[in-house]
């Protein structure tokens, strides 16, 4: 199977999926700004410099997205900072970005990658093979990587440059999910000659460099007055962090922020009716609200037990409730845009009686009560969903004991150390049921039929071959209640009327600032 330009791999792309290395949560980020009429780089003509300033939800432990699971740090630099051999659109394809074209052997094993001669990091040395080529050495020589890169990069069994401006990675076995994974994360290329510290500073090929990070408050980034592509249209770039999705708001309608993209309160959306001052995008993203399941515990580890508290659960009301009605109920670990959705929302239907009596039969009753934690970050979908939660369970005999951690500790106790019974996080990454074949991922669900399926689709010859099996594995899923899934997350953007440019779907763990602009 071969492909002589990048346009000629669409359909073979969207079937790629991101079996993510970043933990999900809910990507919430507002974008904000002093935003002038001109959209060249230099600063106005009165000598003012164009800044945006991007609010967002969850503030990135640090700029290192190699050895850090935060969504929020490629959220900041993804694209922007780092580039890949080929991004994501707004519509889900993957276009070129450092490679102008590439092609993919028949076997399907070896990816022939041509690079943009123009391409320059931005300390000024070449985006050429050889650094292609030390990117992918460096990564796999790393004890440290993240486990999902890790596991991401296990299928590439190793790179090669056949001229300064031609690289070839060759697999183990083909992959579908592969070339999805290389538009995130696992493809950021660094400048090979950085010796900094990446907790702090980046050496990436995009349009903006990181200038600081301020703990607590922002991380600024500034134009690259060295970038080889279309340059930035903004001289600072801030992401600012707001854990009050109140506050949040009330600094868009006082004209502090210019665009708020992922709504945390949708019921306020009415306060952004007015046209003349707001426009609002309502899109699709890729962040499943999981309530998930932690399979060591020896109650959830029981199938009747988990179908059970899926059935106690009104997930419409919950989306109604949490979310103001925004969103879609999804029963499995795909949302609409996937190739292999299906609406399974009514597998394990809301059911009070019926969990009941699958409970008895479990061995829970009221002199047998079921006791669980359910640890939840502090963002507002978790915890409002997790009230909820706990008062649907307690009508069923469920004893639910909440507990809301900082983003931080949430990582370090729930994610990392597995110390919690169920959680409610958004997975935000792209097609990413993958997750779900690793036992060693914070669910610990062990499935070997799950992982078969998977693995065969990942493997699959032809694309219809890979949806359909991609389909059984998103069905199995659901039928084992291996989580229980409450709705997937709109893209609710609020923007000034003077902003263009936003996508209207997070297709990416992006907040892409090289399509937004002012006017």
């Known amino acids: 199977m071969r492909h002589a330009t990048a346009s000629s791999v669409r359909s073979h792309s969207r079937s790629a999926k991101a079996l993510a290395a970043l933990l999900g949560l809910a990507l919430a980020v507002v974008l904000a700004a002093c935003t002038p009429t001109s959209t060249s780089t230099s600063s106005t003509s009165s000598g003012e410099l164009r800044t945006l300033s991007v609010g967002a939800t969850l503030e990135p432990a640090s700029m290192d997205p190699w050895h850090n699971t935060a969504a929020s740090i490629p959220q900041v630099l993804l694209y922007n900072v780092y580039e890949t051999l080929v991004k994501v659109d707004s519509t889900g394809a993957i276009k070129p970005l450092l490679a102008q074209a590439w092609e993919v052997s028949p076997d399907r094993k070896t990816y022939t990658f041509h690079l943009n001669p123009a391409a320059k990091f931005a300390s000024g040395e070449p985006v050429d093979a050889a650094a292609v080529v030390a990117n992918i050495t460096r990564m796999k020589a790393d004890t440290k990587l993240t486990e999902t890169l890790r596991a991401q990069l296990a299928v590439v069994a190793g790179a090669t440059a056949t001229d300064d401006t031609q690289v070839q990675i060759t697999l183990v076995h083909p992959s579908t999910m592969w070339l999805y994974d290389m538009s995130s994360t696992l493809g950021m290329i660094l400048d090979p000659a950085f010796t900094g510290d990446l907790n702090t500073a980046s050496a990436g090929s995009g349009p ?47 004209g502090d922020l210019d665009v708020i993209s992922n709504l945390q309160a949708p019921d306020a959306l009415a306060q952004f009716a007015d046209t003349s001052r707001f426009t609002t995008i309502s899109g699709t ?235």
């Open 208 to 254: 903006y460099t990181v200038k600081a990070h301020n703990q607590g408050q922002n991380v600024i980034l500034a134009a690259n007055d060295k970038y080889w592509g279309n340059p930035a249209r903004f001289d600072e770039v801030t992401f600012r962090y707001f854990t009050d999705p109140t506050a949040m708001n009330a600094a868009m309608l006082s």
């Open 285 to 519: 993203t890729n962040g499943e609200v999981v309530l998930g399941l932690n399979h060591d515990n020896k109650a959830l580890a029981k199938l009747p037990v988990r179908q059970a508290l899926t059935m106690a659960i009104d997930r419409k009301a919950l989306m109604d409730t949490a979310w103001n009605g925004q969103g879609t109920l999804i029963g499995s670990m795909a949302v609409p845009t996937d190739p292999w959705y299906e609406d399974l929302s009514g597998t394990n239907a809301y059911n009070p009686d019926r969990a009941k009596a699958l409970l008895k039969e479990a061995g829970y009753d009221a002199k047998s009560p079921l006791t669980l934690r359910l640890r939840v970050p502090v963002v507002p979908y978790a915890v409002k969903s997790a009230q909820f939660v706990a008062s649907q369970l307690a009508d069923v005999g469920v004893t639910v004991k909440i507990e809301e951690l900082d983003f931080s500790r949430w990582l370090s106790e729930v994610f990392t150390n597995g110390d919690y019974d169920m959680t409610i996080v958004a997975h935000v990454e792209a097609r990413d049921l993958g997750k779900f074949a690793n036992p060693k991922y914070y669910w610990h669900y062990n499935s070997a039929k799950f992982a078969a399926l998977y693995t065969a689709a990942d493997e699959a010859t032809t694309e219809a071959q890979s949806n359909e099996l991609m389909k059984q594995a998103v069905r199995y899923l659901a039928d084992d209640a291996a989580a229980i899934w409450l709705f997937a997350l709109p893209n609710l953007v609020i923007t000034k009327a003077t902003i263009t440019g936003v996508a209207q779907n997070a297709t990416t763990l992006s907040f892409d600032l090289t399509t937004i602009t002012s006017r």
